[in-house]
């Protein structure tokens, strides 16, 4: 009323329902965005993709985690975690990463204090290295960016 406008609760209520279909529509369209991008990584798991690219990462596994033995549990939820974080699936990363700290508590000799490989995990999953920003994609593709790819070669020079 200030400067001269008055808002009507018509108008008011009009705006919230827009918005509110806005932001519905987005969440949708994410929802799908991961049902589809979960959907991929089970096929590629079920078809051994998954194994390949585990084994191109299990390397760097071993260098990031060299507290945890080379047979245990732990070792392929990190690799799950660190390939789902790279793909930009974070959604789907946290799950395995939960696994992963609950493998590492195993072998945690002070259950009270976190080990080095539990606070590299942590820290890995905190700055979330994607090579391929998915979920940020899937975002910009529902807000109908003319261009949502257009930011891939930012992120990754970020990450």
């Known amino acids: 009323m200030a400067i001269g406008k008055l ?51 299990y390397p760097a596994i071993r260098f990031l985690f060299p507290q945890v033995p080379k047979d245990h549990p732990a070792n392929g939820a990190i690799v799950m975690n660190v390939t789902s974080t790279l793909l930009g699936l974070g959604n789907a990363a ?39 920003p998915t979920t940020l994609l899937s975002v910009r593709n529902a807000a109908n960016c003319s261009d949502p790819t257009e930011i891939i070669g930012t992120c990754m020079l970020a990450g």
């Open 7 to 57: 808002v009507t609760l018509k108008s008011l209520t009009d705006a919230a329902f827009e918005y509110a279909t806005k932001g519905f529509d987005i969440a949708l369209k994410l929802v799908a965005a991961m049902v589809m991008l979960l959907g991929l990584m089970k096929v590629g798991e079920k078809a051994g993709i998954i194994q390949i690219v585990a084994g191109a990462v």
């Open 94 to 132: 946290t799950p395995f990463g939960l696994k992963a700290m609950k493998e590492l508590q195993t072998l945690n000799d002070h259950p009270e204090v976190a080990t080095d490989s539990q606070v590299m995990l942590l820290g890995y999953n905190t700055a979330g290295l994607a090579i391929l």
